[in-house]
């Protein structure tokens, strides 16, 4: 039996009738494709026990196509994702917020993918009040382009103006998305995210009706490449899971890359972590770069990422993409930056390269789905979670138990100024 089979044929149909949210429906209204509410993967992974979905970063179509078979081999729900700086208005990234469900919906047919799907849009941030006018603009109109999930990431910001901005642009957000929040800026060891901290802007949350599905931290990772073994801190990261339990808010684990597998197994046993992000490696391994255990791009002597001859990308195209990072003064993390002007190369290639590309993310998403998250058979949960709700919104897994009276906007402001913490170096740490 393989692990499709483990799918009840009139569950999913069921699970497709009613679980797709309706502007999943709207746009794709002949798809046999379960694209979700991020609820759902939420829920499906908790009801598992000690479970992670990958959110896989879409950085390529290459990306999508491999993990999505991955996912389908594992029997395992699935997030895919974009963040604002890869696919937004300023993308690096031919996959954007406003394509990836399209592409998503597309390679699901194509393929016969029969695993429910969550579109997430990842770190929608908020650095600075200017930006909150123009989110009020953009926001629904990813929910227009077919996301089910989004994270609003107002972390830049003080806590009281990362609370108050969640506040106001929560009406953006359909009640039956997926919604994650976050506490704490993402720049590795410095200034990590306190118990306090994560506590004032959950407790903020629920005052007025707002109940997260996830929430992120600065608990030691970063994103992007790291250059050392230095990364998520376990303990810190359980220490404010049980702190926010009463809220029943999961963890959202950023910055997989540079963390090796084994300490990712840590946060899965030991944290209430249910979203795990992989973006970096991604995209390295379709290109056909070599990473360790960590996620890490190995270099040669010269410090150049090492290519394995034959997989990935085509040797000649490869020395295109060095020609063009050298030309363009993009070295390391920046690598990025190669996505959005090589993409429709890399579509051009033969269609074994292409298969190539694919079938190593395949591969190295498959055993971090089934050695690392214990994430397989996770779909049959979602699906069967559909059913009994009969509905594409499970409703929020808590309830209000914060008095509103005591959360008001100058509340607000006098609470966070009592907070002691220490945010780190100023800089702009890109997500």
């Known amino acids: 039996m393989t692990s499709t089979d483990k799918i009840n044929q009139s569950d999913f149909e069921r699970a497709l009738k009613v679980g797709r949210p309706p ?22 992974m908790t009801a598992k026990g ?14 999508i196509r491999g993990v999505l078979r991955a996912a389908q081999k594992a029997n395992s729900a699935l997030i895919i994702e974009i963040a604002r700086s890869e696919g937004g208005t300023e993308a690096y990234c031919a996959v954007n917020f406003w394509n990836l469900a399209r592409i998503v919906d597309a390679m699901c047919n194509e393929m ?5 799907v969550a579109i997430h849009a990842d770190h929608y941030g908020i650095k600075k009040p200017e930006d909150i006018p123009i989110a009020r603009e953009e ?3 990813l929910f227009e382009a077919g ?5 609003i990431d107002a972390s830049h910001l003080p806590d009281d103006e990362n609370l108050l901005a969640s506040l106001e642009l929560h009406p953006m957000v359909p009640e039956w998305a997926g919604y994650e929040t976050e506490v704490g800026e993402i720049k590795g060891k410095e200034g990590l995210s306190t118990v306090e901290e994560a506590l004032f802007l959950i407790r903020g949350l629920n005052a007025h009706g707002i109940f997260p599905n996830w929430i992120a931290l600065n608990n030691g990772t970063t994103h992007g490449i790291q250059d050392s073994s230095a990364g998520i801190q376990v303990d810190l990261t359980a220490q404010i899971h049980q702190a926010l339990e009463p809220y029943k808010v999961s963890g959202a684990q950023h910055g997989t890359s540079g963390n090796s597998t084994e300490r990712l197994r840590q946060i899965v046993r030991q944290t209430r972590t249910t979203k795990a992000n992989v973006a970096t490696a991604l995209q390295m391994i379709s290109w056909g770069v070599e990473v360790n255990d960590y996620g890490n791009a190995i270099l040669d002597d010269s410090g150049r990422f ?5 997989q990935g990308v085509r040797e000649s195209v490869w020395q295109q993409m060095l020609d063009y990072a050298a030309e363009h003064g993009l070295k390391g993390g920046n690598f990025k930056k190669l996505n959005l002007p090589f993409e429709n190369k890399l579509l051009a290639q033969p269609q074994v390269v292409r298969e190539r590309m694919a079938q190593r993310v395949e591969d190295f998403v498959y055993s971090l789905l089934t050695d690392v998250f214990n994430a397989q058979d996770s779909a049959p949960l979602a699906i069967e979670a559909i ?6 919104d499970p409703g929020p897994k808590a309830e209000r138990i914060e008095d509103p009276s005591r959360w008001t906007p100058d509340k607000i402001r006098q609470k966070a100024a009592a907070i002691v913490s220490n945010k780190g170096p100023e800089g702009d740490f890109d997500d």
Request: net charge positive; glycine share 8%.
């Open 139 to 141: 926001i629904p109109t």
């Open 306 to 310: 090492l290519k394995v001859k034959g």
């Open 112 to 116: 016969g993918i029969r695993i429910p």
């Open 147 to 151: 996301v089910t999930s989004i994270a």
């Open 50 to 63: 000690k479970a992670v979905s990958i959110a896989a970063n879409g950085r390529n179509s290459f990306v």
């Open 23 to 44: 502007n999943i429906q709207k746009l794709f209204p002949n798809s046999k494709a379960l694209l979700v509410s991020g609820k759902y993967i939420d829920l499906a």
């Open 387 to 392: 059913c009994e709700k009969g509905s594409f």
